[in-house]
């Protein structure tokens, strides 16, 4: 394949929950880096192939560590592309991007691992080198959803029920 010609397998589409703090910006460039970089790398390129899917629509929402107490994940085929929508916990805002490349790594590549165990692809690849990622970041893209007010004590499963997991990225227009 031609690098000039790359085309893109991996959409990552990022989101929040917010409660009283703010919204993870630095994590999801972080998570988006890894993401991109994943992409963009021959080793993970070929590895997408063996799932005969063209596209995985990525969607992370970074929920705030007082309403994660699990990962959720929605892992579905539409209109033959992989939409596979998990959530995680965010990691305090003050840390700059690059002091989070480790957990953004770990994460992003643990979801595919999930994905990889449920469409039974072969094992991961190696995590590529990353490059540095840059301080300022223009274009991250991050679709918001408030809480709701209080409705009584958490379900065992985390915050976003599989419902709202599926949901979460409904409107947002690049998906």
């Not at 993870?24 to 880096?33: F, I, K, Q």
């Not at 002091?99 to 953004?104: D, E, H, I, R, S």
């Not at 709202?164 to 690049?174: G, H, K, L």
Request: aromatic share 6%; charged share 20%.
């Amino acid at each position: 394949m031609d690098p000039r010609r790359h085309h893109s397998w991996l959409h990552p589409h990022l989101g929040t929950t917010t409660l009283h703090s703010p919204t993870p910006e630095a994590y999801l460039a972080a998570l988006r880096h890894v993401a991109r970089t994943l992409d963009e790398d021959p080793a993970w390129r070929l590895w997408w192939q063996a799932a005969g899917i063209p596209h995985c629509e990525l969607g992370i929402v970074a929920e705030n560590h007082l309403d994660h107490r699990r990962p959720s994940a929605d892992i579905r085929k539409i209109k033959g592309n992989l939409h596979a929508n998990f959530t995680c916990a965010a990691p305090a805002a003050t840390a700059r991007p690059a002091a989070l490349l480790p957990l953004a790594i770990h994460e992003v590549t643990g979801i595919f691992e999930v994905i990889r165990e449920a469409i039974g692809l072969p094992p991961l690849p190696p995590a590529p080198p990353l490059p540095a990622l840059p301080e300022h970041l223009t274009d991250l893209q991050v679709t918001h959803r408030t809480l709701p007010p209080d409705q009584g004590p958490l379900e065992p499963q985390g915050y976003l029920t599989l419902t709202q997991i599926q949901e979460f990225f409904t409107d947002d227009p690049t998906r």
